[in-house]
């Protein structure tokens, strides 16, 4: 089963405003990270942040982990058009035996 | 520097038909993943590799689905005979090796093979 979920299901912003996805997950992380997928094409890794950090900075996202509340936000301050996929979180755990989890993504469209 | 090379990236075959996926990982990423995608879902993974271990097919339905990674470069996914519920995009990604720390580190994906079967 998936581990993380996304909120909202989909987006919708105009061009230059910012855009605010976050994920839940159910049990204890050992990391977090944020995937993009534009249309057709594979994931791209944008971010990932340790249980252990509370926030990450990589050019115009910033993402945070809360593990007490088991929530991570991703934002994308001063969107472009070129912004415009699809955002997975993914979790693995602690222990040999885990695996990178994906949530069902975000649909992202900037409008420009 | 070559990203992570699938083939082909599209199959459109017909049920009980077997079919075959390729992939080349970034060089020097020992940690070799094969995802299957479908519409609307994250990826979902089915089968990683160490080197040539496979050391997690959990989630490989064996009695259809088979995979190789001979000298632990390039990987194979077959599925023999497809089921109209096969239909998906088959994800391959590579990464370094998580260590002892036990860490998943950035994974590189390809482009994926979009399986149609009708």
């Known amino acids: 089963s998936q581990q993380g979920e996304e909120d909202p299901q989909a987006l919708s912003i105009q061009e230059g405003e910012n855009a605010t996805m976050n994920c839940s997950y159910k049990t204890s992380i050992n990391n977090l990270q944020w995937y993009r997928q534009n249309s057709g094409r594979g994931l791209v890794h944008l971010i990932l942040i340790r249980s252990n950090e509370r926030e990450k900075h990589s050019g115009r996202l910033r993402v945070t982990l809360d593990t007490s509340k088991k929530s991570s936000s991703l934002l994308i301050t001063a969107s472009r058009a070129a912004d415009t996929a699809s955002y997975f979180c993914a979790t693995d755990r602690y222990g040999a035996n885990s695996k990178l989890t994906f949530g069902k993504g975000i649909t992202l469209s900037v409008r420009p | 520097e070559a990203g992570v090379v699938q083939s082909p990236r599209y199959k459109i075959i017909e049920k009980k038909q077997p079919v075959a996926f390729w992939c080349n990982p970034i060089s020097g990423h020992n940690t070799l993943y094969w995802y299957r995608q479908n519409l609307g879902q994250g990826p979902e993974l089915l089968i990683r590799?160490?080197?040539?271990?496979?050391?997690?097919d959990s989630q490989l339905p064996k009695d259809r689905f088979s995979a190789e990674r001979l000298k632990g470069v390039d990987s194979t996914l077959k599925i023999q005979p497809a089921e109209l519920g096969d239909s998906a995009v088959y994800l391959c990604?590579?990464?370094?090796?998580?260590?002892?720390?036990?860490?998943?580190?950035?994974?590189?994906f390809g482009p994926g093979t979009r399986l149609t079967v009708l």
């Open positions: 590799y160490e080197n040539e271990e496979a050391v997690d």
């Open positions: 990604a590579s990464s370094l090796s998580r260590g002892r720390a036990e860490t998943f580190n950035e994974q590189f």
